[in-house]
């Protein structure tokens, strides 16, 4: 098993109120899954995604990844496991503007002290992966939306990370882009990664092996989501 989640909740506390975000979520993916995780704005989706990324911590509940408990750990060792073994696919893309599409990609494995001549061989084998390596030396405003989320999906891999997390990965996209983003992460699948992906869109859901859904911060249980192995 890649990761388990046993009753987590996320509480967000103020002076004045407690919102629950999350509420005794449990749930299990195995390495080489393909998980959607679907539900409407406001059910939690996001604040899961940031706890399986290492991005937060449960309130309550615990969290295993690679067989290690990692809801305890402080915010430097989260952060070690994170750039290890997390590859991250967001909305926005968060490419670096004045840097370019090479070395977009190359920037996290500075961070992780990859030699040089490494981080060459491994940006020009993403690149080529997912088929923008004739824009390397190209920036990201000189690129369209869907060749931009190319190489988010790119910098995700470059590390080799045991689990891609794809919060969104065509909200900022228009329908033929999100179609050619979705069925790159889907021959991704095919070749062994594991994705876990967060969307409000059942057309794109439909591309996982299967759906988790939420609701009010609760794993939803219509019929619709019956299909969700917990």
């Given at each position: 098993m890649l990761l388990e989640l046993h009753a987590v909740s996320k509480n967000y506390s103020t002076d004045e109120v407690e919102t629950r975000a999350l509420r005794d979520i449990t749930l299990s993916i195995d390495r080489g899954d393909y998980v959607s995780i679907e539900g409407p704005s406001g059910c939690g989706k996001s604040t899961l995604l940031s706890?399986?990324?290492?991005?937060?911590?449960?309130?309550?509940?615990?969290?295993?990844?690679?067989g290690n408990a990692v809801e305890t750990l402080s915010t430097t060792d989260r952060a070690g496991i994170r750039n290890r073994e997390i590859g991250f696919i967001f909305q926005n893309f968060n490419l670096i503007g004045d840097l370019s599409v090479e070395e977009n990609v190359e920037l996290p494995l500075i961070y992780r002290g990859v030699t040089k001549s490494e981080r060459k061989r491994?940006?020009?084998?993403?690149?080529?992966?997912?088929?923008?390596?004739h824009r390397g030396r190209h920036y990201p405003a000189q690129l369209s939306g869907g060749?931009?989320?190319?190489?988010?999906?790119?910098?995700?891999?470059?590390?080799?990370?045991?689990?891609?997390?794809?919060?969104?990965?065509?909200?900022n996209l228009d329908s033929?882009?999100?179609?050619?983003?979705?069925?790159?992460?889907?021959?991704l699948h095919e070749s062994g990664s594991t994705i876990v992906m967060v969307t409000h869109d059942r057309r794109f859901a439909k591309y996982a092996k299967r759906t988790i859904g939420l609701l009010d911060g609760c794993v939803a249980g219509a019929p619709e989501f019956a299909e969700a192995r917990l």
């Open positions: 706890i399986i990324g290492l991005l937060d911590a449960p309130t309550s509940g615990s969290y295993m990844l690679n491994r940006v020009a084998e993403v690149l080529h992966r997912v088929d923008i390596a060749q931009q989320q190319r190489v988010a999906v790119a910098r995700a891999l470059a590390g080799n990370p045991s689990v891609l997390l794809a919060d969104e990965p065509t909200g033929a882009h999100g179609d050619a983003v979705m069925e790159l992460l889907a021959e």
